[in-house]
């Protein structure tokens, strides 16, 4: 008897982007795994996006358009999408990124009921080259995700995990909200694991779309600290508002040195001596 292939959701966020869309869309139905839906949420796009799902969606049967005719941001999309998924697994894909053939196939062979969520390692691409991630924990804990966002980007999970604990995108934070939402599934599940292939990759070759502002970061740090202060150490935090600072690309101030020698913080003090040059 053959084995019974659990069907995976993988959910796009999309506005204003069909082309870009379009290529996401493919790499998706490229997957060597054979049982997957396609849930392109649409977050009030003003252009032809709507006709070109519409166009889209009259060929593959295993494609779902989700729209919301105001932009309400791309939580809310994610969301949206989660919540109609059907999929007894559930993995993303930003419009703009695309998969490897083998994915998702390599991450339903991969999956252990005690993980909380699978990530993977990906390559960047410039436009003329990748350029591999380095992130090298194969154990994702709260020791290692309160100090910075050490998973990358999208996960993969089991979506009945994600709604009997609450689990979903938090519409309140600007930026940061991928690297709450891994925490927040940390927390509540336990740790996550990596697979050290490098099967999605993410385009930088229009790199000023992705930017965040200073600003934005600034205020996803302050929610992300405030959430989560209270299960965090002085040794975390240290580390935490260096890689803010990092990211606002602002000057580290001296007391973070201070508390980063006082725990040991070598990472942290790389960081910091790096920035300085």
């Known amino acids: 008897m053959a084995k019974i292939q659990p069907k995976v959701s993988v959910y796009i966020t999309t506005k204003n982007r069909p082309v870009m869309l379009k290529r996401a869309i493919d790499t998706v139905l490229s997957q060597d795994y054979p049982n997957i839906e396609i849930m392109v949420s649409d977050d009030g796009s003003t252009d032809n996006t709507p006709e070109f799902m519409d166009d889209y969606c009259k060929q593959p049967s295993n494609i ?16 949206k999408a989660i919540l109609a998924s059907t999929g007894e697994f ?7 990124d695309r998969f490897t053939p083998e994915r998702v196939r ?18 960047n691409f410039d436009g003329e080259k990748y350029i591999p991630s380095h992130y090298y924990q194969n154990n994702i804990n709260k020791n290692n995700i309160f100090r910075r966002n050490c998973v990358g980007n999208q996960i993969f999970v089991k979506k009945q995990d994600l709604l009997d604990n609450k689990l979903l995108f938090d519409e309140n934070f600007p930026a940061w909200q991928d690297y709450d939402f891994f925490t927040n599934i940390i927390c509540n599940l336990g740790p996550a694991r990596r697979l050290y292939t490098r099967s999605y990759i993410i385009h930088t070759d229009h790199e000023k779309e992705r930017i965040t502002s200073p600003k934005r970061t600034l205020q996803g740090y302050r929610l992300y600290s405030k959430k989560y202060r209270t299960l965090m150490t002085d040794s975390q935090r240290g580390s935490l508002a260096v890689n803010a600072y990092n990211l606002q690309r602002k000057p580290m101030p001296k007391v973070l040195t201070k508390l980063c020698v006082k725990h040991l913080n070598f990472y942290d003090l790389f960081k910091i001596l790096k920035s300085r040059r």
């Open 106 to 123: 390599r991450f339903v062979e991969a999956y252990r009921e005690s993980d909380s969520f699978l990530c993977s390692l990906f390559n």
């Open 64 to 79: 779902i358009y989700l729209r919301s005719e105001t932009s309400k941001g791309a939580c809310h999309a994610r969301n």
């Open 90 to 96: 559930i993995t993303g894909l930003d419009d703009d």
